[in-house]
């Protein structure tokens, strides 16, 4: 299983990027995903999960209403939308692959992307 996040770079404060994870090796809409980042000097933390059928969506609170997490199983990749963004959306982003039925635990996630930065500058 293998999957290659891209979509990252650099914007301003209230601007807008959308990330792309591209998943092989797999059956990729048998599995939830979810995003992850980590900024400089912190622990990695969610930031979003969908389920296999996009019916279940979650968000951490910090990007509730400013993110969008979605799916095309036909293509085997996950999106993630990000609009509004500011400094404190710097990180590098991870896509992941759950091994449940998807969480805001990493844990809970066996697969993992190899990031892509996001910088947003005020």
């Known amino acids: 299983v293998q999957l290659q996040a891209c979509g990252g770079g650099s914007v301003q404060a209230g601007g807008s990027l959308r990330l792309s994870c591209a998943f092989s090796g797999g059956a990729f809409s048998s599995y939830a995903l979810g995003w992850f980042r980590q900024a400089p000097g912190k622990k990695r933390e969610f930031v979003a999960t969908?389920?296999?059928?996009?019916?279940?969506?979650y968000y951490a609170d910090s990007v509730k209403g400013r993110f969008t997490i979605s799916r095309d199983n036909a293509k085997n990749t996950v999106f993630l939308q990000m609009n509004s963004l500011q400094p404190e959306d710097t990180a590098v982003y991870y896509c992941?692959?759950?091994?449940?039925?998807?969480?805001?635990?990493?844990?809970?996630?066996?697969?993992w992307g190899q990031g892509t930065l996001v910088t947003v500058s005020s």
């Open positions: 969908i389920s296999w059928s996009g019916g279940r969506i």
């Open positions: 992941a692959r759950s091994a449940g039925w998807g969480s805001a635990k990493s844990s809970d996630y066996d697969y």
